[in-house]
Nanobody, 116 residues
Framework: VQLAESGGGLVQSGGSLRLSCAAS????????MTWYRQAPGKEREFVAG????????NYADSVKGRFTISRDNAKNTVALQMNSLKPEDTAVYYC??????????WGQGTQVTVPS
């Protein structure tokens, strides 16, 4: 299983970024996908999740109305569209999947920086 995030960067407050996670090594369309983030000195926290078919999503309260998770099962990718970014969104963003009976898998992360 491999997960590879991309799309991070430096963006001004109020700006937008679109993160992408490319998945391989498993049957992507069968499993839910989630985005987490970890800010300096803080624990990793849940950001957004999407079910296997893409018709159900859920979000942390801190990002509701600003972030949108989506997936393309034909391309084995999951995206996180982030709008109205704030300095408190600064973190390393990770995608994750859990395969029952096996393990949870994480990508290497992509840095998002929103200067205050």
């Amino acid at each position: 299983v491999q997960l590879a995030e991309s799309g991070g960067g430096l963006v001004q407050s109020g700006g937008s970024l679109r993160l992408s996670c490319a998945a391989s090594g498993f049957t992507f369309s069968r499993y839910a996908m989630t985005w987490y983030r970890q800010a300096p000195g803080k624990e990793r926290e849940f950001v957004a999740g999407i079910n296997s078919s893409g018709d159900r999503t859920n979000y942390a309260d801190s990002v509701k109305g600003r972030f949108t998770i989506s997936r393309d099962n034909a391309k084995n990718t999951v995206a996180l569209q982030m709008n109205s970014l704030k300095p408190e969104d600064t973190a390393v963003y990770y995608c994750k999947t859990t395969i029952p009976g096996r393990s949870s898998y994480w990508g290497q992360g992509t840095q998002v920086t929103v200067p205050s």
